[in-house]
Nanobody, 124 residues
Framework: QERLVESGGGLVQPGGSLRLSCAAS????????MGWFRRAPGKASALVAA????????YYTDSVKGRFTIARDNALNTVYLEMNNLKPEDTALYSC?????????????????WGQGTQVTVTS
């Protein structure tokens, strides 16, 4: 059974940092691109970052470029999202998702399995 479990969220002040982790099990992790999505209150889920299966290409939405870094460790079946210089507008439920193949897509419907998410709250 496929499973994605996120961790690392929390409450942080503006300018702070968090590192999210997503541990995968029950799947051939190294065959799939992975994405991090976030859903802010009252808004639709949006792709924040994505990474190809072999770690050769990444994507970031404009609002997080230069602040967030996505990485993966295929030996540990884990994908990470390093978040620096956090802003109140980064407050959301962050979920990782497995793409349908080795190359990431910007289309949410291309991600076939999602974790439950970890809450990130940025406030002073």
């Amino acid at each position: 059974q496929e499973r994605l479990v996120e961790s690392g969220g929390g409450l942080v002040q503006p300018g702070g940092s968090l590192r999210l982790s997503c541990a995968a099990s029950g799947l051939n992790f190294n065959l799939y691109a992975m994405g991090w999505f976030r859903r802010a209150p009252g808004k639709a889920s949006a792709l924040v970052a994505a990474i190809n299966s072999d770690d050769d290409r990444t994507y970031y939405t404009d609002s997080v470029k230069g602040r967030f870094t996505i990485a993966r460790d295929n030996a540990l079946n884990t994908v990470y999202l390093e978040m620096n210089n956090l802003k109140p507008e980064d407050t959301a439920l962050y979920s990782c998702a497995k793409s349908q193949g080795p190359l990431f897509s910007l289309a949410p419907h291309s991600y076939g399995y999602w974790g439950q998410g970890t809450q990130v709250t940025v406030t002073s």
